[in-house]
């Protein structure tokens, strides 16, 4: 048994590792604020510098509630009867294989502009710069002209996405972002939205909150296609359960609880149990300051190996969805930005992408990311 000397040895490392790693996590921020800090307060921060500072924050500090946010906030957009029915019509929203490819293809170009270099005209004499971010702008755009879409409606969209998934990082996260996180997350986006083409973009935070409560307040009614999609999309993410035990209801409990109740009652959901209204945001808010973060582990496209067998044996057993694991159906061989969306629009659009992403980039797009 152990006496009380080492009681209280194991006790000073265990406060001495809390209060190191407290200090490392802290130290990034803290980094962050001593070399934007000043050129943020004159109001020069530009569009490149956020992006950096978004890099910190989604890559290192808060990666798994900033996915969890912005899936929030692609599912609150269903909310929006106009956007609703698009979607219905479309019909990319019908089928589970459907539903995988748009989350996995908007995934996939949302993340190359956050993490490739955001580069504008004039601002790099490399005739070889990474023109990736550009290149997938440049497809949602393509693809985004396919529709009918207002500016309004692309205006709550950005919204959304600048503002769901640091909220929830306030909510649930380790620490609440501070103002000049909120501020880069806000540049960065409008940037993008510029390039979108999107008009009337606010001309700050406080007039993008204030536009979203009142456009929100307007146009957030009851539709049948709301409730459609959110049915579904909310079932589809239950796949990945097992079907047994009560686990998916479970879950579905769980997904009801972390939508925000105007936009959970505006697409016809019922309200969860009491039980999971207290339990989960407590179980969110205090799983712990040491998480560090998540590993990657995959050294390949697809498992190898014991790895392999298992996720095998687990689809055999009904315990898992195929779907869920990398294949060539997920393009785990590799893909080119340009060709991402919806199936019917796969072959479609090359050229005019890049064409797209030249303007956008300021010089032609050359050598392994043309065509």
Avoid at 85 to 92: E, F, S
Avoid at 230 to 254: C, D, H, K, Q, Y
Avoid at 267 to 277: E, Q, Y
Wanted: net charge positive; glycine share 6%.
């Amino acid at each position: 048994m152990l006496g009380v000397p080492d009681v209280k040895f194991s006790l000073t490392l265990l406060l001495l590792y809390m209060g190191y790693v407290r200090y490392r996590r802290f130290q990034r921020l803290k980094n962050i604020q001593n070399q934007y800090s000043r050129i943020w307060k004159e109001g020069k921060l530009e569009p490149e510098q956020a992006q950096e500072i978004i890099q910190n924050y989604l890559f290192y500090e808060h990666p798994i509630i900033i996915q969890l946010g912005t899936q929030s906030a692609l599912i609150k957009v269903y909310a929006l009867p106009s956007f609703a029915r698009l979607l219905v019509r479309t019909g990319q929203l019908k089928s589970p294989d459907s539903i995988s490819k748009r989350v996995a293809d908007t995934a996939t170009l949302i993340a190359t502009w956050l993490s490739c270099p955001l580069i504008r005209p004039g601002t790099s004499s490399d005739p070889d710069s990474d023109p990736r971010g550009a290149i997938a702008v440049a497809r949602v755009n393509y693809l985004h002209r396919k529709y009918k879409i207002s500016n309004d409606d692309f205006l709550y969209n950005l919204g959304l996405f600048i503002q769901e998934p640091l909220d929830w990082v306030a909510r649930y996260d380790w620490r609440r972002p501070d103002d000049l996180e909120r501020d880069a997350t806000f540049i960065f986006w409008k940037e993008i939205g510029m390039r979108m083409g999107i008009q009337n973009i606010w001309g700050d935070r406080k007039e993008m909150v204030e536009w979203i409560k009142e456009y929100e307040n307007l146009h957030l009614v009851p539709s049948s296609d709301s409730e459609i999609l959110a049915n579904t999309t909310i079932s589809f993410f239950l796949r990945r359960f097992p079907a047994v035990l009560g686990i998916r209801p479970f879950f579905r409990n769980i997904a009801l609880t972390l939508l925000a109740d105007r936009h959970r009652t505006t697409m016809g959901l019922p309200d969860p149990p009491r039980i999971f209204r207290i339990a989960i945001p407590l179980i969110l808010k205090f799983r712990g300051p040491g998480l560090i973060g998540a590993v990657v582990d995959a050294l390949f496209p697809e498992s190898q190996g014991l790895r392999r067998l298992w996720e095998k044996t687990l689809v055999r057993l009904n315990l898992a969805n195929p779907d869920k694991f990398p294949g060539p159906k997920w393009k785990s061989q590799g893909y080119r930005l340009e060709e991402l969306g919806p199936i019917e629009f796969e072959n479609q659009g090359h050229e005019e992408v890049l064409e797209m992403a030249a303007k956008l980039q300021g010089c032609p797009i050359k050598g392994q990311w043309g065509i």
